[in-house]
């Protein structure tokens, strides 16, 4: 009598979420006022995104799946005079706290600036929420291209 024994490795909810893709990439040129007090930065076109985790209304992204992942943030400041002291910040906040910021002090010259900052890897969790916000010293409108502000993140892991 002959037996016969198959083993298959079938997928499922957990092998699924460990192997899915998230990734997007917005832009803006809309030259929202980026103003002295913190302003929520608003990437309102989505270039691409496997899941539209963020929100082109309000600016806030939702995490719908546990893992690493990695964010690029950066906008084109406006073309106004800083002195030394005066700076334009951006910053990727994670659950409404900074997390990265990327910051340029002024030189003396009336020139656009572009501002980033990144981070390479940080753990989080379904629900947990992310933004970028800008401000500066002196207030003024992002500038109205979007080939310098973008906002890029993906699930690494």
């Known amino acids: 009598d002959l037996h016969r024994l198959s083993i298959a490795k079938r997928s499922n909810p957990q092998t699924n979420l460990e192997s899915e ?15 002295t007090t913190f302003t929520t930065l608003i990437y309102e076109d989505e270039k691409s995104s496997t899941h539209g985790v963020y929100n082109t209304s309000t600016g806030i992204g939702e995490i719908q799946e546990n893992g690493f992942y990695t964010f690029h943030a950066s906008y ?28 340029i ?8 600036r ?33 080939e310098y502000n973008h906002l890029s993140f993906a699930r690494i892991k």
Do not use: H, W
């Open 76 to 103: 084109l400041s406006p073309a106004v005079l800083l002195n030394g002291s005066q700076f334009q910040r951006i910053t990727i906040n994670i659950n409404g706290s900074p997390e990265s910021v990327g910051l």
């Open 21 to 35: 893709t998230v990734a997007a990439r917005y832009t803006s040129d809309s030259g929202q006022t980026i103003g």
């Open 105 to 112: 002090r002024g030189s003396g010259n009336n020139v656009s």
């Open 114 to 146: 572009q501002v980033a900052t990144s981070i390479a890897s940080i753990y989080l969790e379904k629900g947990d929420t992310f933004s970028i916000s800008g401000t500066g010293s002196v207030a003024g409108g992002m500038a109205v291209s979007s």
